[in-house]
């Protein structure tokens, strides 16, 4: 596969499609049993208190890779991303309740680079907070 977004026809500016993801307790304990990172601070809320959060948080590679998404979305290939790096800021709090926390994420195109790439800086927001910072991809597009 190949990113669907040609180089050509994009510049500097454009926006991609902003997405909203739902984070469950329930979806805590599928990534835990995927990736293998069963730590506490992501399912106990008791424990997650005892260290001194606020309440059970998200992983922060599960919240960079959702806030990813934005961009594979968008080119059409997750083949197409080169380079992704973050800071994470602020966790994601995820109440146990029906509802769970949000997580919303925009992006757009900062700059158009060599070689048909370009850079992507996204924001990504759970209950009004920015929770990853510096987050930038590098995509090669068609």
């Known amino acids: 596969m190949t990113a669907k977004i040609a180089y050509d026809d994009i510049e500097v500016g454009t926006e991609l499609p902003a997405q909203t993801f739902s984070v469950t307790r329930a979806t805590l304990v599928q990534y835990a049993g ?9 399912w106990n809320e008791k424990f997650a ?9 998200a992983h922060g590679m599960f919240t960079m890779a959702e806030a990813i998404r934005v961009v594979t979305d968008w080119a059409g290939d997750p083949g197409a991303v080169v380079e992704y790096g973050v800071r994470f800021t602020k966790p994601v709090v995820v109440p146990n309740d029906d509802q769970g926390a949000t997580l919303e994420v925009s992006a757009k195109v900062a700059a158009k680079l060599d070689d048909n790439t370009v850079r992507v800086d996204l924001v990504a927001m759970s209950a009004g907070q920015k929770v990853l910072g510096m987050s930038r991809a590098v995509v090669r597009l068609a």
């Open 34 to 42: 995927a990736s293998g990172d069963f730590n506490p601070i992501h």
């Open 49 to 57: 208190k005892e260290v001194g959060l606020p309440d059970v948080i």
